[in-house]
């Protein structure tokens, strides 16, 4: 497994980011998907493919959280290898084109986000098919290099539930196994991980988080009362 780098989130998934699965991280704006995803691949010591399809990649912001956790920023950045399509078809061959790419000194794969240009695509027949194709090659991919794959996914009001949804949830969640959710609270950089899905771990456990200079870290509150993962590891 690979570190998040928060020991509570850590505990949360039951050891960090599981190797040959893949796991969706969803959310609003803001509340730390990307600066976890670079996190983790900062903390995997290898190779990290990055699929940047919103433009959020910052080479800066990854030289901050390098230079501040006592690693060497350019060796840091040399270690993401960007793709960033700039639409849903070159998303397609971007995510195809890894399967040659991603080899074992890879670490880490990361889509950011799967469904940027789903959503903004004006009609979606056929598209939601070709999502599920991406994601069993991204699948494939982690199972064959026994390594991670951390699919960021966006939000939408669901006005039939009334309540904020991830986009093509049971695309998603279909393929999909650790499933964590990401809020922005009151306090400013504060942000609580919710465990909606993971294959071993009780659903609901939820942490509190800070983000920083250095990345995300462990907040002070600790776990929300009467929310604490059960069955931690010792």
Not at 15 to 24: E, H, N
Not at 95 to 114: A, E, N, P, Y
Not at 138 to 158: E, G, K, S, T
């Amino acid at each position: 497994m690979l570190s998040t780098g928060v020991k509570s989130l850590d505990e949360l998934l039951g050891g960090g980011v599981a190797q040959g699965v893949l796991t969706q991280v969803y959310g609003s704006f803001a509340t730390g998907k990307t600066t976890l995803a670079l996190q983790i691949g900062l903390l995997s010591g290898g190779k990290v493919a990055y699929v940047d399809t919103e433009g959020g990649f910052s080479p800066e912001r990854l030289s901050q959280m390098a230079e501040t956790r006592g690693f060497d920023p350019g060796e840091t950045l040399q270690r993401f290898i960007l793709f960033t399509p700039s639409d849903f078809k070159e998303q397609r061959r971007a995510i195809g084109s890894l399967k040659k790419v991603v080899d074992k000194t890879f670490s880490l794969v990361v889509v950011d986000s799967l469904t940027a240009h789903y959503r903004v695509e004006e009609t979606r027949k056929g598209l939601t098919a070709e999502l599920g194709k991406q994601l069993q090659v991204l699948l494939w991919i982690a199972r064959r290099n026994d390594i991670p794959v951390i699919v960021i996914n966006q939000v939408h009001f669901d006005s039939r539930a009334g309540k904020m949804k991830p986009v093509a949830e049971h695309t998603l969640n279909y393929r999909t196994k650790d499933i964590l959710r990401l809020d922005r609270l009151n306090e400013p950089g504060l942000r609580v991980a919710v465990l909606e899905r993971h294959r071993f771990r009780p659903e609901g456990g939820m942490v509190f988080f800070r983000i920083t200079e250095r990345g995300i870290e462990d907040s002070d509150l600790g776990y929300p009362q009467a929310q604490q993962p059960k069955n931690l590891p010792p």
